[in-house]
T-cell receptor, first 112, second 114 residues
């Protein structure tokens, strides 16, 4: 089982749609959680950190459920520029040492 | 806005040659990282570096890899004897505080081993 799992998609949505991505992690020693976006052949760019209380940044809302080991990202009113791959990222500590684990990403295409 | 920078943007080398990839982290950041991404695959952690020593390294980071902060601003990744399978995008990242904080990535160096 992969340590961080995401639905690879692709998600094809029209402009203005609301789309939700999910991510699950398997290691209970995971400590901090993030969503990044990555455009084709570019570096990952931090979108937002994810907290148990939930956090919102404009059209983006992220949520963490530690009990279920589940992270979500909601994008409202999708724009063409939201087309990218969304990466779920988990930092974990524990006996194996501290590591940053990336999910394989979920591809989003927003169409006019 | 401060950025992580990397040079070169593209490096082509022959199998068996040594390469050094360079990064300038954000100036007030204390933790530095290298990642690689093979084309079409996910981003993979290689190594983290703090206080002039390696904090953690992955199974990928074997004896052919080394990192160094030679002059207080640059952070380098050296691959001693490149293999074809080292062809990938290499990203440098930095974070201001502990490893659990947000990491900011450079634009990457595309390494092609022929």
């Amino acid at each position: 089982r992969k340590e961080v799992e995401q639905d690879p998609g692709p998600f094809n949505v029209p402009e203005g749609a609301t789309v939700a991505f999910n991510c699950t992690y398997s290691n209970s020693a995971s400590q901090s959680f993030f969503w990044y976006r990555q455009d084709c052949r570019k570096e990952p760019k931090l979108l937002m950190s994810v907290y148990s209380s939930g956090n919102e940044d404009g059209r983006f809302t992220a949520q963490l459920n530690r009990a279920s080991q589940y992270i979500s990202l909601l994008i409202r009113d999708s724009k063409l520029s939201d087309s990218a791959t969304y990466l779920c990222v988990v930092n974990r500590g524990g006996a194996g040492g501290f590591k940053t684990i990336f999910g394989a990403g979920t591809r989003l295409f927003v169409k006019a | 806005e401060p950025e992580v920078t990397q040079t070169p943007s593209h490096q082509v080398t022959q199998m068996g040659q040594e390469v050094i990839l360079r990064c300038v982290p954000i100036s007030n950041h204390l933790y530095f990282y290298w990642y690689r991404q093979i084309l079409g695959q996910k981003v993979e952690f290689l190594v983290s570096f703090y206080n002039n020593e390696i904090s953690e390294k992955s199974e990928i980071f074997d004896d052919q890899f080394s990192v160094e902060r030679p002059d207080g601003s640059n952070f380098t990744l050296k691959i001693r004897s490149t293999k074809l399978e080292d062809s990938a995008m290499y990203f440098c990242a930095s974070s201001r505080l502990a490893e659990s904080y947000e990491q900011y990535f450079g634009p990457g160096t595309r390494l092609t081993v022929t």
